[in-house]
Every structure is written in structure tokens, then in C-alpha cells.
């Protein structure tokens, strides 16, 4: 999950491509490098560490060079240093390669090369693309890369320049997402959108197997067998500011505060009172195609695997048609048996998630239908899912997802509304459904309200070695969601539970040290977690619960306590899971973590 910025046009490339590295640091962060062709040779800079690091070492007169590219790693193979970062060179130093996924193939092709005389200084795989790409070299860029990637096995995101051609960028993809931005004169290629957005909004997203040649004023695109392939121009419907931190101190923070307005995108338009249902037009599937589904498979990875729990209960409870969750590693290796009549839905924030997209192929390929419920517009799961629909949260920054999570909950009860109403829902129960979701906004507004309270609590679970989150029904993925926060940013260790299976083991862990949190909003099965905090309670844990405004029990059993407002049992976890999102939050502040770029992780994961 690395980043990629290239750039072919005439202003000074160095300063274009730190930037956008700048704004493509979320994807990786553990090393960085840049390569400019000045005066026919290339110079490389690289270090490992922050993007800062890299920008300490560049020549304080800059590079003159208008071709460039640029990279941030998240490393696969070979560790996090100097040598290993991005771009990677040929022998004699004429081509340079950034890249961005897995060469499968990369020990045979270099012992191949190495044969043939070529030394090679780092331990990566990516390494032999530069010497595959030098070695089939004649008088043509765009033809070496095509022929070199004949021979790779494995997926990538790839950009190439060379001293040949100073002014030919090249690009490629399979497997990796990266697209092509064209300026005025000018023209650059980006793993995402973020790191272009300030210079141009119109860009082509390349798809697998295809091989893009640009210049400063032209471009064009070609597959492996070099037959050329015409592609639409979108436009990015968000703007720079989206993407800037607008004077909060981590994004993670800010998209948190964010929730209100981006659950409202996920609804506009989509909410029909009248009829109590919902619209989505993204689906592409008539009355008749979603009567025929039997079966709804949700599929995912970390906080959107959590969302589609969610999705679960609400499509047994109340569209009342079988469901069931799958990690997407899994289930792309399990042989899954679905068909026509199934629906397999992918959730994904980026619709990068290289498990999420094999497991709807493999779906695919077996005949089911597939939708993709996801955040980032033009991603990969979007243009491959038979149908979808968009959650409008807007770019998430933050490593840690937080609104994305919400308003995928929101997005499955849209979901859930349309599908129960063609069966089991009441026009009543839809309308009472619509009505709870158009309330969300202003309820979340009040549970934000909250954050100094809960910054304060921070404190006490700052020096926590472990916490245990617990809940039930709809709030027991609130609670693994609750834990996976804690871990990825504040480096505690944390596991949520269904409160019920406490004794069935892990009440073991619980003493006056063990912090134990519970989502316990009051809803179908409330009276059974009370009984579950008194377990807890009888062995000193320290209690933290989040309860409905107005709960007593709970209350008088638990050390601290944040209420949440009353809404309908399926909608509680948008409400339950914003004091967990801010608890960990502030915890990993307290503890002085680095709360948007945690270690070891990356935004989006486009390598299995
Ligand atoms: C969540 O905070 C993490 N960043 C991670 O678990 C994430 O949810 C997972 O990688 C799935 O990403 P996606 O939603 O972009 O597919």
C-alpha cells in the first residue's frame, strides 16, 4: 500500500511530487524516494521514515528537471531503509521505477539477470523491473515496459522514466490502483486522487492490464499487447480543502467531528418517507431481481468487516433473508458455495482492499450478483461490482476509520429498508426506520458533545496495558470495532466479545486492572447485559459503560458512563461506537502516539 506521484510537464517536478507524496502519505510512511531526470541523468534521493526525513536531504537548490516520479512505501519485502525505498534503478542507472504491489516472479527474474551482469543493490522485488525494463531496452520506453511486464507475475501499480526519454512517463497496473491526471500542458500519474487534486480534477483511472504513455501535452493508453484502449475522463467531486486537516490536530479527529454532515450525504435523496423505503439507484437491480436473491453475503476486511456484522442482523431482523459475513481473505480461498440467487455485498472504504476485490471476483466467477457498498469514488470494487452505492463520507484520511464505519451502518439500513420493504417490512415499520434515520445527524451532534468528557477519562485508561470491550446483538460489533481503534492507535491491547461469552473463558482475564467496556445502549437485549456488567463487576473490573440516556442499572454499577439518545435497536451502533471512536482517540493522544499514520499500518491494504 504504497503511494505513487509522477509527474511529465514543465514546471520544476521535485516540489509537484513532494506534495503529493505529501498528501499520499496515509497509504504508507516507513520510507520514500524521488528520481528527476536533470541533463540526460537521473537523481535519486531516498531515505527511510517520514516523508520529512526525505525532504531534509533534497538539494536545498532543488532539481531543475521537469520528469519525475516519486514514492512512499509501506514495506513488503525487504525492511524499511535507505537502499530498499523507492524508486529502484537499472546497472548504469538510465531507468527508474517506483511501484507499488508484489512481483511473485522477482527471484527467477533475478537470477535471470543477474546472469546477464546485472547488479542489484536492494532486496526488494520491485528491483527487477529496472533491470528487466534496461535489459529490453531498444528505442522505445512505452515497448520495453509492455514487454518486461509480459514476463512479470504478480500485481502492481508502476511508474517508469527514463534518461532516453525526458519527457515520456509511463504507467501501468494490474492489481494496484493508480490513475492518470491531466493538467494544461502538463501531466501526472497518482496512486490516488489526493495527491493531484490542487493542479487538476480531471482524471482517467487505468484498469487492469493497461499500459499508459504520457508526455507534457499528450497521453495515450495501450493493453500488454499494445492494442490501444480509449477510456473516459471523470472529473473528482471534492475539492483540496476536503483533504486538508482545517485546523484540527489529526485528521482522525476531524472526520470523527465530521459524522453529522457525511451520514447526511449518505442519506440524501435515498429516504422516502412516504412509502417508508429507500431509493438506491446505484444497485441496478429491479423489484423482481432483489425478490429473486435467497441468500445475502456480506464480505470485507477490519472496520468494514465490523460494518457488515452490522448488516448481518439487520438483514435476518428485519428484511428477514438469510445472511452471513465473511472475511474476504477467507472467503476467497474457501471454494464458497453462492449462485444467481446470491448476493454477495463488498463493503470497503478505499474499494482498493486487494482481499475484498478477489473475494467479489471469486463471487462473481461463481455466478453470484455483486454490490459494493464503498466510500472512495472510481475505486477498483466500484467499476467491477455488477451494482452499489456510494456512502459520500468524503475523503478519509485518518488510518483509523471512523466515519466511513458509520456511514456504512447507515448505507445497510438503506439497504436493509429496500430489500424488507419488497419483503417482511410494514409500510409503518419503514416509515418508523426512515424517520429514526433522519434524526442520526442531530443525535450524533449530541453524542460529540461528549468528547471533553471523554478526553478526561483518557487519562485513566492511558497507562491501560489491555481492555476488554463487550456487547450484544447489535452492539457486539460495536465492541470488536470499539477494541480495533484501541489497538491500531494507541497500541493497547484489546479484544471485544459478545458479553455473553465472557464466562465462557475470558472473564478469567478480568481484576482491578483490567478495564472493561461495554456497549450497552438500552435496547432488545439490554436486561441481558446488565446481568453481564454485574459478572464483571462482582471481579473489580473497572467499568466504563456506554448506555441510553436515562438507564439507571448500568449507571449505578459503572465507574464512568456516556448516554447515548434513544433511537431504534439497529441504528443504535452509529450512536455506541462515537465514545469508543473517542476514547481511542484521545488515549493514543495521551499516550503520544501517532494518532492519522499508526506504525506498521496503511490506509488502504491493495496487497493480499
Ligand atoms: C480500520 O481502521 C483499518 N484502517 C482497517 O481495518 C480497514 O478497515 C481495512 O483495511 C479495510 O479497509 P477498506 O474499508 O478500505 O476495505
Redesign the pocket.
Known sequence: MCGIVGYTGHRAAAPLIMDGLKRLEYRGYDSAGLAVVVDGRLEIDKAAGKLAVLASRLPTDGHTGTLALGHTRWATHGAPNDVNAHPHTDTDGTIAVVHNGIIENAAALRAWLSERGCRFRSETDTEVLAHLISELYTDSLEAAVAEALRRVEGTYGLGVISTHEPNTLVAARLGSPLLLALGDGENFIASDAAAVVEHTRSVVYLDDGEVAVLTPDNYHIVDLDKTRVEKTVSVVDWDLETIERGGHAHFMIKEILEQPEAITNTMRGRLLEEEGTARLGGIDMTDEQLLEIDRVVLT??????HAALIGEYMLEELARIPAEVEYASEFRYREPLVDSRTLVIG???????AD?LAALREAKKRGARTLGIV??VGSTIAREVDGGTYIHAGPEIG????K??TCQVVALALLTLRLGRLRAMSVLQGRKMVKALRRLPQQVRQVLGHSKEIEKLADTYALAQNALFLGRGYNFPVALEGA??LK?ISYIHAEGYPAAEMKHGPIALIDEMMPVICVAPSDAVYQKIVSNVQEVKARHARIFAVVTEGEEEITSLADQTVTIPKTIDCLTPVLSVIPLQLLAYHVAVRRGCDVDQPRN?A???TVE
Request: aromatic letters at 6%.
Open positions: 470485507a476486511c477490519g472496520t468494514s468487516w463493503l470497503s472504504q478505499s474499494g482498493e482492499t475484498t466510500n472512495s488510518v483509523a476509520s471512523t466511513a464505519f480495533l481503534k491500531e499500518l490506509k488502504s491494504v
